[in-house]
T-cell receptor, first 114, second 112 residues
């Protein structure tokens, strides 16, 4: 049981480049989400999905796109990278969006935009 | 918006000491609260999940309490060990909405 798998672990982008951060889970979790972690600010929600074909915005969605074509995968796309998007990105999943369940996190992707 | 605060930001203790980490939140309308551990360069590992109807949860040397009405939770670590050195994060799930709100964490160092 691999849990939540994120790739790549590290990435350096130039300003204006695009890329996709991958997230996959093998726990048949309906709820998946993306957070970014910045020093002194805690984790902030970017986008989330409550099931295949359903996505919604979180607290800081600008500059990011998501889609959920399968239960297992929830990729995060950076459309045109900016230095402000330098951060550590975490994917998290939960059995459902019912609040009683907690989160399982991936190991993160450290992104630097130069 | 829910604000979550963790004090202190950093804590250094000698091995074997019992310690308490604090988490406070501004809106008591929460569904649950989760404590996580984060090792440097790593993801978040769930330690304990407390539902709003519960007062505490225990796992091994860890005990988390929740006082929803006062907006506070504590994580008690008994007989601390150097392997406990990490950053500890708390997160609250409001009654409505689809996200957790995170504190900025307490960085714990246990000195051998």
């Amino acid at each position: 049981n691999a849990g939540v798998t994120q790739t790549p672990k590290f990435q350096v982008l130039k300003t204006g480049q695009s890329m996709t951060l991958q997230c996959a889970q093998d726990m048949n979790h309906e709820y998946m989400s993306w957070y970014r972690q910045d020093p002194g600010m805690g984790l902030r929600l970017i986008h989330y999905s409550v099931g295949a074909g359903i996505t919604d915005q979180g607290e800081v969605p600008n500059g990011y796109n998501v889609s959920r074509s399968t239960t297992e995968d929830f990729p995060l796309r950076l459309l045109s990278a900016a230095p402000s998007q330098t951060s550590v990105y975490f994917c998290a999943s939960s059995y459902s969006d019912t609040p009683v369940y907690g989160y399982t996190f991936g190991s993160g992707t450290r992104l630097t935009v130069v | 918006k829910q604000e979550v605060t963790q004090i202190p930001a950093a804590l250094s203790v000698p091995e074997g000491e019992n310690l308490v980490l604090n988490c406070s939140f501004t809106d008591s309308a929460i569904y649950n609260l989760q404590w996580f551990r984060q090792d440097p360069g790593k993801g978040l590992t769930s330690l304990l999940l407390i539902q709003s109807s519960q007062r505490e949860q225990t796992s091994g040397r860890l005990n988390a309490s929740l006082d929803k009405s006062s907006g506070r939770s504590t994580l008690y670590i008994a007989a601390s060990q150097p392997g406990d050195s990490a950053t500890y994060l708390c997160a609250v799930r409001p009654d409505t909405g689809n996200q957790f709100y995170f504190g900025t964490g307490t960085s714990l160092t246990v000195i051998p």
